[in-house]
């Protein structure tokens, strides 16, 4: 199944590969985005894995989530395609989610 990265989910996992390189290294940067990265191919392959975002319910698209590291990668199945929508860093508070995905 294909998957697709949207605009919004790219900026945020760029957002992750900056704060990463400033914060540690490159390296270390490229390895926390590379298993982002990984975990998001791996979705092509199961579709239905992950659990429902309950901050999302109200939007009714049915976005689930899998956890990889510190981020919830948030995505949802809409005809042939996975659409990862947000990157979302657990530390923060989860009413953000709702209020970044409208």
Request: charged content about 30%.
């Amino acid at each position: 199944m294909e998957v697709e990265i949207t605009a919004f989910a790219r900026l945020r996992l760029n957002e992750v590969y900056e704060y990463y390189k400033i914060r540690a290294s490159e390296r270390i940067a490229l390895q926390i985005t590379d298993r982002l990265l990984d975990a998001i191919e791996e979705l092509g392959k199961l579709p239905e894995i992950g659990s429902i975002e309950l901050n999302l319910v109200h939007l009714k698209k049915n976005h689930r989530y899998i956890v990889c590291g510190n981020y919830k990668i948030i995505f949802r199945h809409y005809k042939n395609i996975i659409y990862v929508t947000d990157i979302f860093d657990c530390r923060q508070d989860p009413a953000k989610i709702s209020k970044r995905n409208k």
